[in-house]
């Protein structure tokens, strides 16, 4: 009995020894200024099992015995390894890695650490794109990269972006080229793209670029992706919002009283028999502007799983996002859906490979926005005496004002997108100092639309009555491919000099078709039979048409990176590209640049400085090119014109030569000049970059400089050649500063600040005086030029001086009978530029143009306790906007400020009198033309992440929930709906047709992390 009871006791404390062996281990983990690190790794080596820090920077690990090892690892930070004994509280501090000091930059075939960098590049990161929470990825560009400038041609859902880099220098194409994990694309699909997909955004602004050759003028998005990371623990996050959308913007409008007072006194000046006798009764009226704007949701989903073991990396997630507009909801929506799924796997010591793909599925509705007789023209221009339904049945507003609700409920289309890309790429590491990379990027898109005309009387004589049904179906295949292969050698020698060499080739192929058709007369007159194959009608007009191309580049580069003791850098880069656009003859061209740099913080003398950090000088040149002008060849011409031949006595159509070709074109070449300082103090807290910079664009490509007609230009389908005739300048100066510190224990806080100056001109066109582009009103001439000696896209109409304010002194001014009448008092007073004595075209010269010149970002993110905020705010100042959405017809409704007309001497100095009458007043002037400067409060947001303790008892690593409030207001003088929004044209950009606004949204939302 004692053995037993002495085996029992033996087994029994055996059995309890190894249960205590089992315990959790908590923390926090800090860096070296003892800020908490969100995000660290924690993990059991060895294990695929471990947490992730918390939003304090806490984490706990279940399950640790005695002789575990927990591994905590950071991007930036050296890997820190404790040895586990008896201790249940372990707070770490991890340390700056030395060898990837602050952060590693993505600088297009490879990365260097952001001190070694020698060109002028910025980081937009995660955190930002996070607390702007962008619907589209391009927004958070926005006000957080100084040089940035983007713009909305629409507040619609899903309505495209513009991106421009360090201003407008090309006539034709400005955007930059995006390359997302190596592949290369555009502005769209980065706009497609799902944000929480996006881990960063490098943006190379100057001859760094080059190593991108022809692509590259017009600057480089680089566009890395999250993946999973060797040794991660398994995490699950799960993010979601929903929001309530509204206009941010109304443009004050006359009342149906106002309105009838104000036609009456029209009619009045006219000599014409009053409209509306009797005003008293007729009270507010109908505001169709009020009616067609409604409150509408938006919600998102995005769910991810990421992790990795000693061997492999990988992360799949999801998402979807549904935003419905702020007018017709039910006819204007937005459905994105995503798929992701990125896998990292070494193979050996030698071998790694890398496979990311994405999917997006896009479903649109839309309706007629932007443009002369949109929704928004309709509604602004409808006479408030009009009821909610009611229609011009007698043409009492001309022949294109409709009822926007009639238009509306007539309005059918839809829009479909899927979409696959990504990277497949190996890595082949022979030793240390030499890797190989292959790496083939793809992207497959294919869309289908359709819409449908229904048969409509919206009044007798109106332009928009469809007599016969139509449905117009069109089919869309874009695809492309990347193939990369190159190697990249680094070493160090004697412990001083640092070599890399970077060296490969790049084949691009873009190819794709179009098929386009219309179809008439639709079953039933309804949207449920509007498809081509049920149609029963026939044209004589052409009712289809396509399209395909193919276009082929090949490039070789290489570039030579060096530094000394860290501390003068030096880097050349040459790379030879080939386009398929050109002729033979001129398909190849070099583009070199070189930077340098000189860390001044790292000499002896300045070692002791207890002020400054960090400080650097660089420098960039280079030259680069650009070929993405809106033309698949130029070299030869397409049988796309139309022409009539004679066959056998008969008369018959055919085809024809279309646009003439240029044999001689060549592609824009960009000379870009740039100096740069980089200095951070107070250990880091206080960060400052600022640069000046100049491009002169070369041999731009220019469309339609005239010919001699006797070559067929004038033919239907025929096209005057494309040249290379024109130069630009573009230079400046940007500046941003940073601030972060922490006060106490408990509160940290990171202020950002950046401006940018730019400075637009058309130093020289050839062929041409200038070049015309937009529209004003209607059967006037187009407002906007490209002309030597003005910025790009440039108005061009008539100065003022106010208005005449007596008959005597409109007697006694210059004549403006050419213009349509000779003035009256009241009328506006133009000025005779030529003083010729007669206001006429001559005297119509440069009144403003769209170009800011100046640009700016305010960003603030505090953290106390649990609680989060942030703020982004962008302006824009300098920028000028026509006001081209006021419809000159008697009888159409006026903007509000027209109560401050001119009504006898003295009583307005800005806005002419009122009169049915033949006027001058109509023509484009400065009267037309606005200072669109603006302020906008972008995002506004407030977190609250729960308590640690909290998150253990319910096993969860992170939960915040969150409110915000994008595009709370914008500070703007600007009549308009949006002072931002443009087509996007270099040439008839900053033309107002009535921009659909972008919307205030009110949202909530909640980050989960497992």
């Known amino acids: 009995m004692r053995k037993f009871t002495c085996l029992l006791i033996v087994f029994l404390s055996g059995f309890f020894g190894a249960y205590a062996q089992s315990f959790p281990v908590s923390g926090l983990v800090s860096d070296e200024n003892n800020m908490p690190l969100l995000g660290v790794n924690v993990i059991v080596k060895g294990e695929a099992r471990g947490t992730t820090t918390d939003f304090d920077g806490n984490y706990t690990v279940e399950d640790i015995s005695s002789g575990d090892i927990l591994q905590f690892s950071y991007v930036g930070f050296e890997t820190q390894e404790i040895t586990i004994n008896d201790q249940q509280t372990i707070n770490v501090t991890l340390k700056t890695d030395s060898e990837s000091l602050e952060e590693v930059v993505v600088i297009g075939y490879g990365t260097q650490q952001r001190k070694d960098i020698t060109g002028s590049v910025s980081v937009v990161s995660d955190e930002a794109i996070r607390g702007l929470q962008p619907i589209q990825t391009t927004q958070a560009l926005q006000g957080t990269s100084s040089g940035v400038v983007v713009t909305q041609t629409s507040g619609a859902p899903g309505a495209s972006l513009n991106i421009n880099i360090r201003g407008i220098a090309s006539n034709t194409e400005n955007g930059p080229l995006v390359i997302i994990d190596g592949y290369q694309t555009d502005v769209q699909s980065l706009s497609n793209l799902n944000p929480s997909d996006v881990d960063s955004m490098t943006i190379l602004k100057d001859a760094q670029a080059a190593i991108y050759g022809v692509a590259g003028a017009n600057g480089v998005i680089l566009v890395t992706t999250k993946t999973g990371e060797l040794n991660m623990a398994p995490t699950v996050s799960y993010d979601t919002y929903y929001g309530v959308q509204e206009t941010s913007r109304q443009v004050p409008l006359l009342n149906a009283t106002e309105y009838a007072l104000l036609l009456n006194e029209s009619y009045a000046n006219g000599g014409q028999d009053l409209p509306f ?164 990027g793809y992207n497959f898109g294919k869309s289908d639309a359709k819409s449908f005309s229904p048969i409509v009387d919206f009044g007798p004589g109106k332009v928009f009555n469809v007599t016969r049904s139509t449905v117009s179906q069109n089919r869309i295949n874009d695809n492309n491919y990347t193939f990369d292969l190159y190697g990249k050698y680094e070493n160090t020698f004697n412990d001083a000099h640092h070599v890399t060499l970077t060296g490969g080739m790049t084949v691009i192929r873009n190819w794709g078709d179009g098929l386009f058709a219309t179809g008439y007369d639709v079953p039933n007159n309804s949207w449920e039979f509007a498809d081509i194959s049920l149609t029963t009608g026939t044209s004589d007009e052409k009712s289809n048409d396509s399209y395909v191309y193919d276009i082929r580049k090949l490039s070789f580069f290489g570039r030579l990176q060096y530094d000394f003791q860290g501390k003068y850098l030096v880097s050349g880069m040459l790379r030879r590209d080939s386009s398929t656009r050109f002729s033979p003859d001129n398909r190849t061209d070099y583009f070199p640049s070189v930077t340098a740099g000189w860390i001044i913080s790292e000499e002896n003398f300045m070692e002791d400085s207890e002020v400054i950090s960090f400080l650097k000088l660089r420098a960039s040149a280079g030259i680069l090119g650009n070929d993405e002008v809106g033309q698949n060849q130029f070299y030869r011409a397409l049988l796309n014109g139309e022409a009539t031949y004679v066959l056998d006595g008969q008369l018959v159509n055919g085809r024809a030569l279309g646009g003439l070709p240029n044999p001689s074109a060549k592609w824009e070449e960009a000379e870009k000049i740039n100096l740069g300082l980089d200095l951070r103090m107070l250990n880091n807290r206080i960060d400052i970059t600022t640069d000046i910079f100049r491009e002169e664009r070369k041999d731009l490509l220019i469309p339609f400089i005239p010919v001699s007609g006797i070559f067929g230009t004038g033919a239907p389908g025929g096209a005057s050649p494309t040249v290379n005739a024109g130069t630009t300048v573009n230079q400046g100066a940007e500046f941003s500063i940073k601030y972060s510190d922490n006060i106490g224990d408990n509160f940290n806080f990171n202020v950002g600040y950046n401006v940018t100056y730019i400075d637009n001109e058309v130093t020289q066109v050839n062929g041409a005086e200038f070049i015309a582009g937009g529209a004003f009103g209607v059967g006037q001439p187009q407002p906007s030029r490209f002309e030597e000696g003005h910025a790009i896209g440039y108005f061009y109409g008539y100065k003022t001086d106010g208005l005449f304010q007596t008959q005597a002194e409109a007697d006694a001014a210059p004549s403006q009978m050419a213009l349509g009448a000779q003035a009256q008092a009241g009328d506006i007073k133009y000025v005779d530029i030529n003083n010729d004595g007669v206001i006429n075209t001559d005297d119509r010269t440069d009144i403003g143009d769209p170009i800011a010149d100046v640009t700016m970002g305010f960003n603030l993110s505090m953290n106390y306790k649990n609680f989060d905020f942030s703020a982004y705010t962008y302006a824009s100042l300098g920028n000028d906007m026509v006001r081209n959405y006021e419809r000159n017809q008697p009888n159409v409704n006026r903007p509000a400020y027209y109560l401050e007309r001119w009504r006898g001497v003295g009583t307005s100095n800005e806005v002419p009198r009122l009169t049915t009458g ?26 609250y992440s729960l308590p640690d303790d909290l998150m253990e008892r319910i096993k969860i690593d992170r939960l915040r929930i969150y409110a915000s409030v994008n595009n709370l207001y914008t500070f703007t003088r600007y009549k308009g709906f949006d002072p931002s929004a443009t087509t996007g044209e270099p040439i008839g950009g900053g033309i107002d047709y009535g921009f659909y606004p972008v919307p205030r949204i009110f949202s909530v939302g909640v980050n989960l992390n497992l």
Do not use: M
Request: aromatic letters at 10%; charged letters at 20%; hydrophobic letters at 35%.
């Open 277 to 440: 006798p009797v005003v008293s009764g007729l009270g507010e009226g109908t505001d169709f502007q009020q009616a067609v704007f409604e409150t509408s949701p938006i919600i998102s989903h995005n769910l991810g799983l990421s992790g990795g073991t000693e061997k492999v990396t990988y992360a799949v997630g999801g998402s979807h996002l549904r935003q419905e507009g702020i007018i017709a909801p039910e006819k204007t929506q937005y459905k994105r859906s995503t798929a992701k799924i990125s896998l990292g796997v070494e193979i050996s010591d030698a071998f790694d490979i890398d496979f990311n793909t994405i999917y997006t599925n896009i479903d649109r509705n839309s309706i007629n926005e932007n443009g002369l007789g949109s929704v928004l023209f309709n509604a602004l221009n409808i006479a408030p005496t009009f009821d909610i339904d009611q229609e011009d049945r007698n043409g009492f507003l001309g022949n294109e004002i409709i009822n926007p609700l009639s238009q509306i409920e007539n309005t059918f289309n839809e829009y479909n997108l899927d979409k696959f890309n990504g990277t497949f790429g190996l890595n082949f590491t022979p030793i240390d100092e030499l890797v190989f990379t292959s790496r083939i």
């Open 918 to 943: 033949a006027t001058s007043n109509n023509v484009l002037s400065e009267f037309f033309v606005e200072d669109a400067s603006y302020a906008r409060i972008q995002n506004v947001q407030i977190g």
